[in-house]
Nanobody, 127 residues
Framework: QVQLVESGGGSVQAGGSLRLSCAVS????????MAWFRQRSGKEREGVAA???????TYANSVKGRFTISKDNAKNTLYLQIYSLEPEDTAMYYC?????????????????????WGQGTQVTVSS
């Protein structure tokens, strides 16, 4: 079992930055595929960034250049650094984890592939 707890969300002006954190506890095997998803109002949950056990990171096209996913295995924490926030980034952000995934690349994974989820942290961006 893995427990995930997100933090760091908030209300910011467009152009601002935030760093989201996801504290990982339980079976913290570093081989897990870790990802950040977001769910905007009335929309399906979408993946925005993923990082595999070798620290290879991939991103959704809509966030490339503005979002950076990273992890610190010593601190058991996953991060999502967000720059140049836009009103369209307003959403609930979730971290997710799953073990033994054949691939861990945005475009090749979806929400249904992940069995462990945090409760989410809200990001609201005003123009």
């Amino acid at each position: 079992q893995v427990q995930l707890v997100e933090s760091g969300g908030g209300s910011v002006q467009a152009g601002g930055s935030l760093r989201l954190s996801c504290a990982v506890s339980g079976n913290t095997d570093s081989s897990y595929c870790m990802a950040w998803f977001r769910q905007r109002s009335g929309k399906e949950r979408e993946g925005v960034a993923a990082i595999d056990s070798d620290y290879y990171a991939t991103y959704a096209n809509s966030v490339k250049g503005r979002f950076t996913i990273s992890k610190d295995n010593a601190k058991n924490t996953l991060y999502l650094q967000i720059y140049s926030l836009e009103p369209e980034d307003t959403a609930m952000y979730y971290c997710a984890a799953e073990a033994a995934m054949p691939i861990c690349v945005l475009g090749g994974i979806s929400a249904v592939d992940f069995g462990f989820w945090g409760q989410g942290t809200q990001v609201t961006v005003s123009s």
